[in-house]
């Protein structure tokens, strides 16, 4: 299996609103990123997980706030978003190495957000 | 930290020409890694062709080739014989070296290639 899946595939929600996003890999990844990408912009790194472990936070607003429950798993809760924070956010994996190699990261089809 | 550049916002090309994408990247690492990553429309983003700065030999992937000058701190990508599915945003990125853990990508701007029948 080398495929990195998304859900939603699309979410509208209000301000006051509380979701979250999933994303699930059985590729034996030890590494999961979140990105979010804006409508004809790259994607831009969010959060980075390494062993089950937040490692790196790109100054990301706390309204979001990513979870990494087991090693195939990666959710991103949302609360209190803002129209600008529409979007597509992407989810990733690799491999972790432990000197040199090409983390290659997998990417999910993402979920498209959309914060009335 | 590292900045990607790509000059050709889009760029258009009849079917089965040979179109050559532009990237120039800034960083002060010696070792690094260099990607090409394709996004359909309305598709996911999947990885074209890599690069490890450490080699000199260029990359290449059945159609696609890369033209990989350390010096300049250019990656260049050629689509050979182009295809109407290679219609698509490429996006170049660059990522250092991990040694353990784990990096995002630094992604360019992109290029929106667009094939004609």
């Known amino acids: 299996d080398t495929e990195v899946t998304q859900t939603p595939k699309h979410l509208v929600m209000g301000m006051t609103n509380k979701k979250s996003l999933k994303c699930e890999q059985h590729?034996?990844?030890?590494?999961m990123y979140w990105y979010k990408q804006k409508a004809k912009k790259p994607p831009e790194l969010m959060f980075v997980?390494?062993?089950?472990?937040?490692?790196i936070n790109e100054s990301v607003p706390s309204r979001f706030s990513p979870e990494c429950p087991n090693s195939s798993l990666l959710n991103l809760h949302l609360h209190a978003l803002q129209p600008e924070d529409s979007a597509l956010y992407l989810c990733?994996?690799?491999?972790?190495?432990?000197?040199?190699?090409?983390?290659?990261?997998?990417f999910g089809p993402g979920t498209r957000l959309t914060v009335l | 930290a590292q900045t990607v550049t790509q000059s050709q916002p889009e760029m258009s090309v009849q079917e089965a020409e040979t179109v050559t994408l532009s990237c120039t990247y800034d960083t002060s690492e010696n070792n690094y890694y260099l990607f090409w990553y394709k996004q359909p429309p309305s598709r996911q983003m999947i990885l074209v062709i890599r690069?490890?700065?450490?080699?000199?030999q260029n990359a290449t992937e059945n159609r696609f080739s890369v033209n990989f000058q350390k010096a300049a701190k250019s990656f260049s990508l050629k689509i050979s014989d182009s295809q109407l599915g290679d219609t698509a945003m490429y996006f170049c990125?660059?990522?250092?070296?991990?040694?353990?853990?784990?990096?995002?990508?630094?992604f360019g701007k992109g290029t929106h290639l667009i094939i004609q029948p």
């Open positions: 590729m034996g990844h030890r590494a």
């Open positions: 990733a994996s690799s491999q972790v190495f432990l000197a040199g190699g090409i983390n290659e990261q997998f």
């Open positions: 990125a660059f990522m250092k070296p991990q040694g353990g853990g784990a990096d995002g990508l630094t």
């Open positions: 997980y390494s062993y089950e472990k937040l490692s």
């Open positions: 690069q490890e700065a450490y080699k000199q």
